[in-house]
């Protein structure tokens, strides 16, 4: 079957009419520009959760090396297992997310921007460029933006080419410049040392077109919505075992109880929040709250009804980090691949509790000595299935697989 | 490869560089087009742009070796990916990956032996809602059956026969 429209709610981002927040924000100083984003509290929509407005400040503070230009560049390498709102919005929503990398790059002084599309949604960029020509025949695009003299900015669609490390933004950097998608170590972040070696901007693709919504709502509008530290709204990309998987947009603070009674889910026995890199919730815990303070997540929730094997799914998982390490780093490289064999170990029953702690310290060495979020994260979705799900993964008989 | 068709490609690879620019951050670009038109990118290929771009070879391999979308070895006309990733595995991904190696008669990583299709995994395409979900090159199907695996390669072999033969005899 061919794809269909995946929105299962009414999006805030369908009451956003196209241009107003760019007018808005350009009557606006460059600085009072980032006022608005950090007044907004908008936090990174990837799942990272890093504050935007502090990350322009960065960037438009930082220095320019030589004559180049600083840049901003939109992070749609969509790749967490069980995420897909980035699609919808690119496909449904492309005009605020390229009018959120244009306001970044006034309120950072950036010439050029790139938005970094993953490989498995070049389907998608046809319509995009159709989308960039058109913006740019409206002046919403190119030389004295919407007549702002001597602003000047334009966007250019790369394709990924699928690696899902190239979603942590100094892999995607690597990538942009020729290179193969091993992440860099940080400092120096790319607000100082970007693309080119000169200050840019990374956003994610939800990140960029909240920014749009806020200025042409306001940033107290924004910051009503949600909690005190999670403001605002943000979209789930929900699948697994409920009734109408899709994306859902709610305010940011939502239990899992509340966000499974409205996807058709009720009766799950976990839930994975945040995607292969996120933890497994299970059911005792459905009464804790997506937001950066407790669930932080980029919006993947995946539903897992009473039948389905923990083991099986922690093991799709580590199946995954063993293809999509970028090898670089060893803790990422053979910790994932140990682990992997260690489920395998589990699966066969033959995993004494010795060996499943000895497994416990290698996730704990993966989460503080690998170079990036990949390894960094890889294990989590291991620990929170042998924390909560013990029960189900010792002792294992042929009858259990 | 005749000389006449090196002669050929070292053109076209000489006209992707002068459209994207005669930089690294090129690269990229020029490998994806290369990819998008062979279905793989040979020793040949990526020692000229590698001449072209005035890099070592092996830095060009290392990129086509690193993404899972560059091919070295020669790849099927008709490259069909399935998502094995959680959600298309939960909505039953096994038995299409079963189903699409019995109507090809090979393995996944395996490309059939007239060199039209190649069969491969590919990790989360993004489509976890309306899984299971497979790519086409770049096209898209998603809650494919496995009652459908035939009718999507009679697809490939009718809607794109007349391209792919093109390319075959080019």
Known sequence: MQPSDSRKTPLTFDTIEPGSGLAAALAKSRADIIGEVSASNLKGRGGAGFPTGTKWNLAAAARVHGEAAKYVICNADEGEPGTFKDRVLLTAYADLVFEGMTIAARAIGATRGLLYLRGEYVYLRPHLEAVLDRRRKAGQLGADILGTPGFEFDIEIRMGAGAYVCGEETALIESLEGHRGEPRNRPPFPVNTGFMGQPTVVNNVETLASVTAIFAKGAAWFRGIGTEKSSGFKLFSVSGDCDAPGVYEFPLGITIAELLERVGGTGAKAVQVGGASGQAVPASQFGRRIAFEDLATGGSIIVFGPGRDMLHVAKNFMEFFVEESCGQCTPCRAGNAKLLEGIERLERGACSSAYLNELVRLCETMQVASKCGLGQSSPNAFLSIVTNFQDEILGRTPADR | ?170
């Open chain 2, 1 to 170: 490869m005749l000389v006449s068709q090196q002669q050929k490609l070292q053109e076209e690879i000489r006209a992707l560089v002068a459209r994207h620019g005669r930089t690294r951050a090129a690269l990229m670009p020029v490998l994806q087009e290369l990819q998008e038109k062979y279905a793989s990118i040979t020793d040949f290929a990526m020692q000229v742009v590698a001449d072209e771009l005035g890099i070592h070879p092996s830095e060009v391999y290392g990129v086509v070796s690193f993404y899972a979308f560059l091919h070295h070895e020669p790849k099927g006309r008709f490259q069909i990916r399935l998502c094995q990733t959680i959600s298309c595995d939960l909505a039953g991904k096994a038995r299409v990956a079963k189903q699409l190696e019995n109507e090809l008669g090979i393995a996944f990583g395996e490309t059939t032996p007239d060199g039209r299709f190649s069969l491969e995994w590919a990790s989360c395409l993004g489509m976890c809602d309306q899984g299971p979900a497979l790519l086409v090159n770049d096209r898209v199907y998603t809650r494919v059956t496995a009652e459908q695996a035939h009718r999507i390669i009679e697809e490939c072999r009718s809607v794109f026969g007349a391209h792919a033969t093109q390319a075959a005899h080019a």
